[in-house]
């Protein structure tokens, strides 16, 4: 199994995006479909081939206010697991360093609500859940995508939150 590229992009790499801007929009789009349907669109579940769509409720690491961002996911067992990019951008997401801070966080999924403890998946968890993206819709250019990336790309688990006594 090949590994993430930590290599700098080279300017012949293969990996196509759009521009910057159309990524920002396109975010705000789709929140504004969920926001405007009450809900009723912008969220799906995972299926064997293609991820699905969650929106993740974090807390502000400076700030200590509620933010929400709508990430991809698939499961993992119980886990729910995710990749912390910004659009194959170079800073990491603001939920990722959120999520750092205060790893105690809730999604809203299609069936409904869930509270979570995140965790940065390592070693062989890392390789096996990045084989697992691979193998999703557009999975076949994941790798050049990240060799656009200075920074491994982390892969973020979200366990579910132990039961309140």
Same mark, same amino acid.
């Given at each position: 199994?090949?590994?993430?590229?930590?290599?700098?992009?080279?300017?012949?790499?293969?990996?196509?995006?759009?521009?910057?801007?159309?990524?920002?929009?396109?975010?705000?789009?789709?929140?504004?479909?969920?926001?405007?349907?009450?809900?009723?669109?912008?969220?799906?579940?995972?299926?064997?081939?293609?991820?699905?769509?969650?929106?993740?409720?974090?807390?502000?690491?400076?700030?200590?206010?509620?933010?929400?961002?709508?990430?991809?996911?698939?499961?993992?067992?119980?886990?729910?697991?995710?990749?912390?990019?910004?659009?194959?951008?170079?800073?990491?997401?603001?939920?990722?360093?959120?999520?750092?801070? =205060?790893?105690? %966080?809730?999604?809203?999924?299609? !069936? *409904?609500?869930? +509270?979570?403890? $995140?965790?940065? &998946?390592?070693? /062989?968890?890392?390789? =096996?859940?990045? %084989?697992?993206?691979?193998?999703? !819709? *557009?999975?076949? +250019?994941?790798? $050049?995508?990240? &060799?656009?990336? /200075?920074?491994?790309?982390?892969?973020?688990?979200?366990?579910?939150?132990?039961?309140?006594?």
């Amino acid at each position: 199994m090949a590994a993430e590229s930590s290599e700098p992009p080279s300017p012949t790499g293969s990996a196509r995006l759009p521009p910057r801007w159309f990524i920002r929009a396109a975010w705000v789009v789709h929140r504004a479909i969920y926001n405007v349907s009450g809900g009723r669109l912008g969220l799906r579940r995972p299926t064997p081939r293609v991820w699905g769509m969650m929106r993740l409720h974090t807390v502000g690491r400076r700030s200590g206010t509620a933010r929400i961002a709508i990430v991809a996911y698939f499961e993992d067992g119980a886990n729910l697991v995710t990749m912390a990019m910004n659009g194959w951008g170079q800073p990491p997401p603001a939920w990722w360093l959120n999520l750092q801070a =205060r790893p105690e %966080a809730s999604v809203d999924l299609p !069936e *409904g609500a869930r +509270d979570v403890v $995140a965790r940065e &998946a390592n070693g /062989e968890e890392r390789e =096996r859940l990045w %084989a697992v993206f691979r193998t999703l !819709e *557009g999975g076949d +250019d994941l790798d $050049a995508h990240a &060799a656009t990336r /200075e920074r491994e790309t982390p892969i973020v688990v979200l366990e579910p939150a132990a039961a309140k006594p």
